[in-house]
């Protein structure tokens, strides 16, 4: 595999990981404080997982539009950390 696709994939996966964690503690907190979002805790993870898998495809495509080798859209000539 090489490089740029490993930089990719470790990029994917950091931002699929964080976004369900985001999620997840949001939907507690949110249950928590509100009578708005009443679910288990299994539901919870169930739901948490829609917007990580949204951030796969999300992901996926970016790897083709933006910089070589991350999950980003912005194009190289556009991404100001593609300078540093």
């Not at 907190?29 to 708005?36: R, S």
């Amino acid at each position: 595999m090489p490089q740029s696709a490993r930089k990719a994939l470790a990029d994917v996966a950091e931002r699929t990981v964080l976004t369900y964690v985001e999620a997840f503690l949001g939907l507690l907190l949110a249950g928590a404080v509100t009578d708005i979002v009443d679910l288990s805790v299994l539901q919870t993870a169930s739901v948490a997982a829609l917007p990580a898998a949204l951030t796969v495809v999300k992901g996926a495509i970016g790897t083709r539009l933006g910089q070589i080798g991350t999950a980003s859209w912005l194009p190289a000539k556009s991404d100001p950390t593609a300078r540093l």
